[in-house]
């Protein structure tokens, strides 16, 4: 069975860090890609960044560009989500998704789904 654990939320101030993590199982962490979405208050899903197992691909939205750093630790079978410069906007529920397979650098949003993690941007 899939199982995708986030972990990592939290309060902070415009400025400030968090470190995200999606600890997974039930897939091999030799073929996989993972993503991280978020849902704000009223919002649809957006896709924020992914990752693969092919070459570490990655990919991120631009809103977050220059700001967030995804990376994968195989040893662990976890991937995490380093967000610096956060800004109010970034207020979220925070999702990790998979699909078992490294043939893409993103799941979509009928694979796997983990609990959700809420980040809360201050002013």
């Known amino acids: 069975e899939v199982q995708l654990q986030a972990s990592g939320g939290g309060l902070v101030q415009a400025g400030g860090s968090l470190r995200l993590s999606c600890a997974g199982s039930g897939f091999s962490f030799e073929d996989f890609a993972i993503g991280w979405f978020r849902q704000a208050p009223g919002k649809e899903h957006e896709r924020v960044s992914c990752?693969?197992?092919?070459?570490?691909?990655?990919y991120y939205a631009d809103s977050v560009k220059g700001r967030f750093t995804i990376s994968s630790d195989k040893a662990k079978n976890t991937v995490h989500l380093q967000m610096n410069s956060l800004k109010p906007e970034d207020t979220a529920v925070y999702y990790c998704?998979?699909?078992?397979?490294?043939?893409?650098?993103?799941?979509?949003?009928?694979?796997?789904w983990g609990q959700g993690t809420l980040v809360t941007v201050s002013s």
């Open positions: 990752i693969s197992s092919t070459d570490d691909a990655t």
């Open positions: 998704v998979v699909v078992p397979s490294g043939d893409y650098v993103c799941p979509g949003e009928d694979d796997y």
